[in-house]
């Protein structure tokens, strides 16, 4: 068959290695190339000559006879002469060997490599032999195409001439390596090597085939538990690999395989089936071949004239804008320009400084009612997020040892990030917070009247053009890198988006199948946007009847209590999302997590917060009460994220605890939530609101949600560049959660400043103010202008310091 000849050229080629090594020790030792004088001393029996004559063996072969004999022979004959020698002889005799060791080196060299050639060959030419039966049968009995039989010959009888393209073929393939029983399910091979292959045809110049590279998948046949290990077998290596089987049971292994580009990726589907058919089932999920020129697609080409076309608004408006800055501090701004310069025109180019937009993302003057501690928990929720993405995105086809995992569920603190679907529970309680404590003091502008078109349509235009770049640079993923888990990692996410982007412009991505949207996390901002726009009811309610908004937010939370239990008992669900197991991670994922009927807690619960917030500015607590509100949240919070330890690690929960936990511990983490972010406002929160008021935090808030778009984008190129087997450890992921989140900040700051800032700012040109709110923007327009510091446009009527109070939203 013709897979088991590729493994066995493999270890033939092992072989040859291990054969050419001891080869040439031997060669070295029988020429005397690798001990050239050797001085073992003899006895003499007069002790004043034992002090000055040593007796040695030199071998020394012979110059004419060198000189006489043919290269391609062996040279076996040597001279050896027995010298007793003094010093001074002894002495001279090094001379003499280190002047002729140059030539004994170099020729003894070059038939050394002659010999392993020799050998190489008649051992390849053996195995052939042996093999050729099986190839015979393969051919006979397989339809391949006819430039892949010819390819296949070609790349046989080259290996026999040790034809460097085809041992390059065979180096590439993956083999069977160690590592096996610890959970290395993937060989990468060489995939550089591989696609770098080149066969020329030397008659015409032209290339007759590269190499291509491709992976064959297979399932694991062991089984996934220990119960269904036959009791004969306890004490083998099967009853191990049982006790982790479960990790990787809907995990495929991959193996490497180098075939030449002739071969369509039938022919290699069919090569393969035929020769596993009776081991076990192989597919071949995809192949890669090297691109002499790389042809731009037309989804391509439209993303690179946009990018085009935003870089030259940011350097027209950043030079407009330096230009203004300088003529003002000159005093030379003539009257017709400066026409131009209070034009639409040049406003709307203004909004793409780099210049402006710079001083506003860096500055962190604050007025004295802004809500300092959401900056901080924007900051480490963000944070919290990338780290439990840098465990779950990647494939787990990347790493070695697997059976790590199994160890890592049970250490306790690893629950941070085993429980850490809690993490966008924070954000929606953010977002309930901010919109409440801005629109009320809307309302109270306009008396109630909420407009319900600029309502929706300014979060629209926030969210959208952002989210639907990001989308873009999707397709320009290709043309960045390449690896060999590309095209079934990156290039399915790409599918996905080609497929299903409307879903995420029109925010219906979570109510896709899980497995079908286009870049999993930004579920939450279809989430979102639909609790966002049910809101006006509770906004309104609160502000003309604020019992009755109680009324409704308790509603809320109880109607997300009872609909997630509902689900849990009728799907027969785990409390929360456990990993490691499908049915958990896709239908809990699907039916729970992803819907915004889970999340309606903690939004109600911002929302409430927000209220008190802005209703109760003063509010003083009692010591002790303070002390028991920071040990009751410290204990719950921790309750929540640790409590599912057990269920975990497959101890199964009892029903009525399951039930009440999957229903409320979402709410129970958020209300710890709100207590410190009262506490904080209040003066009650001490070193905690000291390092979330941190003003660095200020900054890094502004760009949590160009960094929660693209850090998906990061996660995947470097899971698609992979080329080699990742050692699993806390330590390994932890320093590739801080690259990550590195990164991610440092391109979400570039894409805020060019796009996220400018498209807000355009906002004002899509929705005009309404006349009683001008002079607002006027004053709003002047503190820009003064000192960096952007105010949300289509706030209320209210006075400056009011205004300066508001919280700018980052939307997450």
């Given amino acids: ?61 012979s110059s004419t006879e060198r000189k006489t004999s043919k290269p391609t022979e062996r040279i076996t004959t040597n001279s050896t002469v027995n010298i007793a020698m003094t010093p001074k002889m002894r002495s001279m005799s090094k001379i003499f060997d280190t002047s002729l060791a140059s030539e004994v080196s170099t020729e003894n060299s070059v038939f050394q490599w002659l010999d392993i050639e020799k050998s190489m060959k008649t051992t390849i030419d053996s195995v052939l032999k042996l093999l050729l039966p099986y190839i015979v049968r393969m051919f006979s009995t397989v339809e391949l195409s006819g430039p892949c039989y010819v390819s296949l010959l070609k790349t046989l009888f080259s290996i026999r001439k040790l034809k460097s393209w085809a ?157 203004k800055q300088y003529q003002t501090d000159n005093n030379k701004i003539d009257p017709k320009k400066k026409r131009f310069s209070q034009g639409k025109i040049f406003e709307v180019l203004k909004s793409f400084s780099l210049y402006t937009n710079g001083k506003q993302m860096l500055n962190t003057k604050v007025g004295s009612g802004n ?59 953010l977002t309930g917070v901010t919109l409440v404590y801005t629109t009320m003091k809307k309302l109270k502008g306009t008396n109630g009247r909420l407009d319900l078109v600029r309502y929706v349509i300014h979060r629209y235009w926030r969210l959208t053009p952002p989210l639907m770049l990001v989308i873009s640079l999707m397709f320009l993923l290709p043309l960045l890198s390449s690896g060999p888990l590309w095209s079934r990692f990156v290039e399915s996410e790409i599918q996905k988006c080609r497929n299903t982007w409307w879903a995420n412009m029109f925010y219906f991505s979570n109510f896709l199948y899980p497995t079908n949207m286009c870049i999993s996390p930004y579920w939450y901002l279809a989430a979102d946007m639909q609790l966002y726009l049910i809101s006006p009811v509770v906004l309104i309610t609160l502000y003309k009847w604020p019992r009755m908004g109680f009324v409704l937010i308790t509603f809320g939370i109880l109607a997300s209590w009872v609909s997630i239990a509902v689900i849990t008992v009728w799907k027969d669900f785990n409390p929360s999302v456990v990993l490691f197991d499908p049915k958990t991670n896709i239908e809990t994922g699907g039916y729970i997590h992803i819907r915004p009927y889970t999340h309606l807690g903690p939004y109600c619960i911002g929302m409430a917060t927000g209220y008190l917030l802005l209703k109760r500015r003063n509010i003083r607590l009692r010591p002790i009460v303070v002390a028991i509100g920071w040990i009751v949240t410290t204990v719950s919070c921790s309750a929540v994220v640790f409590g599912a330890y057990d269920w975990h690690n497959g101890i199964t929960p009892n029903a009525v605890v399951g039930i009440i936990y999957a229903s409320i511990h979402r709410t129970g983490f958020t ?112 503190k820009e202008e003064s000192n960096g510091h952007a105010i949300p446009s289509g706030t209320s009527k209210c006075s400056s310091d009011t205004m300066e109070n508001i919280v700018v939203i980052s939307r997450l």
């Avoid at 995990?251 to 990726?265: R, Y």
């Avoid at 780290?387 to 250490?411: E, G, R």
């Avoid at 801080?738 to 040109?765: D, W």
């Fill in 1 to 61: 068959m013709f897979c088991d000849s590729t493994f066995r050229l493999a270890t033939v080629l092992c072989l040859f290695l291990l054969f050419c090594l001891d080869r040439a020790i031997e060669v070295g030792n029988a020429t005397g190339f690798g001990s050239p004088l050797q001085l073992p001393v003899t006895d003499v029996t007069n002790s004043t000559e034992r002090n000055i004559v040593s007796s040695t063996k030199i071998n020394i072969i």
């Fill in 167 to 323: 041992i390059k073929m065979l180096d590439a393939s993956g083999k069977i390596s160690s590592g096996i029983a610890e959970g290395k399910g993937t060989n990468f091979g060489s995939y550089d090597e591989c696609l770098n292959i080149l066969v020329t045809n030397h008659r015409t110049n032209k290339v007759d085939f590269r190499g291509k590279y491709c992976f064959l998948e297979f399932y694991s046949p062991f089984p996934t538990s220990s119960d269904q290990l036959d009791p004969r077998l306890k004490d083998s290596i099967l009853a191990e690999l049982a006790l982790s089987a479960h990790l990787a049971s809907e995990l495929p292994g991959l193996i490497a395989l180098c075939v030449p580009s002739t071969c369509s990726h039938e022919d290699v589907e069919t090569i393969t089936s035929t020769a596993f058919q009776e081991i076990l089932p192989v597919s071949v999920p995809f192949c890669d071949v090297k691109e002499e020129v790389i042809k731009l697609k037309d989804e391509q080409i439209g993303v690179l004239c946009l990018l085009g076309t935003i870089l030259l608004l940011v350097v027209s408006g950043t030079t407009i804008d330096l230009w």
């Fill in 371 to 429: 809500l300092g501690a959401l900056h901080g928990f924007r900051f480490f929720t963000m944070a919290w997020v990338i780290l439990a993405h840098t465990y779950m995105i990647p494939s787990m086809n990347t790493y070695s040892q697997l059976i790590n995992f199994q160890y890592a569920v049970k250490d306790v603190s690893f629950m941070a990030v085993w429980n850490s679907f809690l993490q966008v529970d924070t954000f929606f309680f």
């Fill in 671 to 782: 209300l710890g939530l709100a207590w410190i972010t009262c506490a904080c406002v209040y003066g009650y929160g001490g070193p905690v609101n000291a390092l979330l008021s941190w003003k660095p935090f200020i900054v890094l808030g502004r760009l949590t949600y160009m960094t929660y778009l693209i850090h998906p984008l990061i996660i995947y190129i470097r899971v698609g560049t992979v080329r080699e087997n990742q050692f699993f450890s806390h330590f390994e992921q932890v320093c590739r959660f801080l690259t990550y989140l590195v990164l991610s900040m440092n391109v979400a700051s570039f894409l805020h400043l060019v796009f996220e800032v400018p498209f807000t700012k355009l906002e004002r040109f899509l929705l005009p103010q309404p006349k009683n709110q001008k002079s607002i923007q006027n004053s709003v327009k002047q």
